[in-house]
């Protein structure tokens, strides 16, 4: 094995082996079909959706239906349930199976108070019976490997990550990916790895490492450290999604790439904008590209500027131009006002 062979592996689930051992994190409002495509374009082997409720009511809004979308998409075909109910997550996850999702993933890693106040996401790590019943619920009512996504514990005096970990594995969990941070921690402090090392340390399921992951040398040490199967990376992948095949390269060659050209910003961009306005449409489109505008141009010079302008643009075809412009006067040289 090369020095970096060990580095360089892929992960599987189930009967899925991934291209290489990096995950897009579910991000609700962020991991949408377009940015899972573009992710896994760029080097993600498994880009997680954003989660759908469990509440079947939801399931005919429009929201739902596009949430649950994966026309075209490369496989595998995650995709994340909420909710704290057995038999409605059974049938969640039913359904969302018979919708074409390969693997059915659970969130009980998400602090939203939308989340919480329901009993669910992070909060169900607090009723560790409740944890075993939804999993067995899930894993009995689909065909397809299930997995569960967690934090650390409840809050720092109760970590109960490994006893959840184990639990999980005794239910049928296929794969676990655990955050770094206690749901009582929110997203203050830094992600600790050692809770990860130990989950990964007691159960035989592969184990997904996330927190705090901002680049290809964090990566590797993350995945040194925890003895973790792959990693998981979200906000850093927020208007930098080529950050999948830097960390890809770096662990295969332990070399870093060059940071992107401006012009190939643009052209990633332009691409990525298309496509929100062709899946949402034009009015919810734009809306929605702003956000990924707002994170591609920070830290540009003049980014600021930009934002203050084009966040006020109602068109497609407006909303375009002028990214495409600010960018083409970036990669020209021009002196931008900051
Ligand atoms: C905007 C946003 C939305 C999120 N939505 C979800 C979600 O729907 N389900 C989930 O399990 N985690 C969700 N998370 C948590 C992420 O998946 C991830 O665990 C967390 O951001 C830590 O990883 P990072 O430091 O790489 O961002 C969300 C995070 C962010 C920033």
């Not at 189930?14 to 051992?21: E, Q, S």
């Not at 409002?29 to 082997?45: E, H, N, S």
């Not at 039913?94 to 919708?99: C, F, L, M, P």
């Amino acid at each position: 094995m090369t020095p970096h062979g060990r580095y360089n592996k892929s992960m599987r689930i189930g009967p899925f082996t991934l291209r290489n051992r990096l995950v897009l994190a579910p991000m609700a409002g962020v991991t949408d079909r377009p940015f899972r495509q573009l992710c896994k374009q760029l080097g993600a082997g498994l880009a997680v959706s954003e989660m759908v409720s469990s509440n079947s009511l939801l399931w005919g809004s429009e929201k739902t239906r596009r949430r649950a979308d994966h026309c075209g998409e490369v496989e595998p075909k995650s995709v994340q349930i909420a909710g704290a109910d057995p038999r409605m997550m059974a049938e969640a996850a039913r359904y969302n199976a018979d919708q074409g999702a390969q693997i059915i993933d659970i969130n009980m890693g998400c602090p939203a108070k939308k989340v919480c106040n329901v009993l669910a996401g992070s909060a169900l790590l607090r009723d560790e019976a409740l944890v075993a019943r939804i999993l067995e619920a899930v894993v009995a009512a689909v065909e397809v490997p299930v997995t569960l996504k967690i934090r650390t514990g409840w809050d720092k005096a109760s970590r109960n990550g490994v006893r959840i970990a184990r639990l999980a594995e005794a239910a049928g969990a296929q794969a676990l990916a655990v955050h770094g941070r206690t749901r009582a921690c929110g997203y203050t402090g830094e992600a600790e790895y050692d809770t990860i090392a130990a989950i990964k340390a007691a159960v035989a399921i592969p184990v997904v490492a996330n927190g705090d992951i901002t680049d290809p040398e964090k990566a590797r040490r993350v995945l040194e450290h925890t003895g973790a199967d792959a990693v998981m990376i979200g906000r850093a992948a927020q208007g930098r999604p080529w950050i999948f095949r830097e960390i890809e390269h770096y662990l295969a060659t332990g070399r870093l790439l060059p940071e992107p050209e401006v012009d190939e910003i643009r052209d990633v961009m332009i691409g990525h904008l298309i496509n929100l306005y062709s899946f949402y449409g034009e009015h919810t489109g734009v809306r929605v590209a702003r956000k990924h505008i707002s994170w591609y141009s920070k830290g540009q010079p003049g980014g600021a500027v930009f934002r203050n302008t084009i966040n006020r643009v109602e068109g497609a075809e407006q909303q375009l131009a002028m990214t495409r412009e600010f960018f083409d006067r970036l990669a020209a040289g021009e002196e931008l006002a900051a």
